[in-house]
């Protein structure tokens, strides 16, 4: 695995900036084609979640709020499940939104604040120290996926220096443990058969393994071993036929 993040992660030119503006949205109304708003959509969505769309015959509007724009988070004192103390973090809620509307057969969608609300009450850092968009999860399951270590991953994300790209990604708060819980997601997606089938019954995971070795061209014979005291053993002994003949 290279040791730079710029390596891993696909960034697009001005990245920063673009993510500046998709949270300030400052402009009124903002512009962009199709194509850039769906490219630069991964790098920002840990900022806004989309909570309605509106279909008409010539166009469709789609709401977005800010993720801080949830009530606040309300302590909780014990958690029932454990039986533990534990915190909730609180949180500042935000009132931002803003409406895109993508007209049929156009390549350009048009983006609008709306409610009223001119500014976030938090900073994009504090956007990101809150959860990590969708991209940075994305490399870090996909590297998981090659079985990379979580700390390997991390450290290769973060090119082992500050000033790297992975910051004008939003990835500056990317920890070793965002990195494996997005590797278990994609584990959990994305189950390994060799896993799943050993679940089976030890002789059906057997008669399907002499099955297998024999398609390939293996000599198999099953082994069975009886244990005083202790319940019978059974597996498989292969090899390829010219080396056992020389045996």
Known sequence: MSSSSTTLIPMIPDIKAYRE?????????????????????????????????????????????????????????????TNRQRSIRQG?????????????????????RIGGWTEHNHTLEEADALKRNSMLRGIAASEMSKNYSAATIAKALHGGRVGTNIEDAGGAFLTRMDVHNAGQAWKTANPDDRVTESRLPPYVQLSEAVEWLNGKGYQCSQLKVSRKNARDSEGVVFGWPERITKL
């Open 92 to 112: 500042k809620q935000c009132a931002v939104t803003f409406k895109a509307t993508r007209y049929n057969e156009a390549s350009v969608i048009i983006l609008e």
């Open 21 to 81: 503006r998709l949270f300030n949205l400052a402009e009124h109304p903002m512009e962009m084609s199709i194509t850039n708003f769906e490219a630069i959509w991964p790098y920002i969505d840990n900022i806004w979640c989309r909570r309605e769309v509106r279909t008409y015959p010539d166009h469709t509007h789609s709401y977005y709020r800010c993720r801080r724009g949830r009530k606040e988070w309300t302590p909780v004192l014990k958690d029932k499940s």
